[in-house]
């Protein structure tokens, strides 16, 4: 049964970076079929997809923030890593791992799974 | 792009819900739907315009063509209070868009 759980400070001052961890279970990370990705949510607002990666390394990122966000894999942890630079309180948010298995096409199937979320606050 | 939802939909108990998620010609993506609860993290309960996961009741439908997509959702129960999100995939920016979210109350 797949797993997720985000690991992380819950606070983080401004212009510093966020450095979050998702730690994977029930399933290899190094999976063939499967890209894995980070979504957040401000408080009481909506969900923004920040950017998915692929066990080989190749990323997608949010144009809006892709010259702030650094995704990573560590294959032989089964993890993987967001780190978004220079935040701002705009980036307290509650920040979801979640895994992509798309069936046939890149943009088939959805996010089948997701972590409980973590929630980072950017405050000095 | 740019996904266009109604902020909130209400419906009474056994009747039908439809909530819509509007972009420029929609029907030419393959749009995916979330159900979260407060204080849970999103839930699939739509895939590829109409494909339900594995445990989600097939009250749950869904529907796509021209410039709306739909989720459907028969027989509410109080238990589908919710907010709904769609999602599709920008091909030409290569990232996942969100709609706003629509939340579902019953009455």
């Known amino acids: 049964q797949l797993q997720l759980q985000e690991s992380g400070p819950g606070l983080v001052k401004p212009s510093e970076t966020l450095s979050l961890t998702c730690i994977v279970s029930g399933d290899s990370i190094s999976s063939s079929s499967s890209y894995w990705g980070w979504i957040r949510q401000p408080p009481g607002k909506g969900l923004e997809w920040i950017g998915s990666?692929?066990?080989?390394?190749?990323?997608y990122h949010n144009p809006s923030l892709k010259s702030r966000v650094t995704i990573s894999v560590d294959t032989s942890k089964n993890q993987f890593f967001l780190k978004l630079s220079s935040v701002t309180p705009a980036d307290t948010a509650v920040y979801y791992c979640a895994r992509h298995n798309p069936q046939y096409s890149y943009d088939s199937s959805g996010f089948g799974g997701w972590g409980q979320g973590t929630l980072v606050t950017v405050s000095s | 792009y740019v996904l266009t939802q109604p902020p909130s939909v209400s419906v009474a108990p056994g009747q039908t819900a439809r909530i819509t998620c509007g972009g420029n010609?929609?029907?030419?993506?393959?749009v995916h739907w979330y159900q979260q609860k407060p204080g849970q993290a999103p839930v699939l309960v739509v895939y590829?315009?109409?494909d339900r996961p594995s445990g989600i009741p097939e009250r749950f439908s869904g529907s796509n063509s021209g410039d709306t997509a739909t989720l459907t959702i028969s027989r509410v129960e109080a238990g589908d209070e919710a907010d709904y999100y769609c999602q599709v995939w920008d091909g030409s920016s290569d990232h996942w868009v969100f709609g706003g979210g629509t939340r579902l109350t019953v009455l």
């Open positions: 010609n929609i029907g030419s993506k393959i």
């Open positions: 990666i692929y066990f080989s390394g190749s990323t």
């Open positions: 590829d315009d109409s």
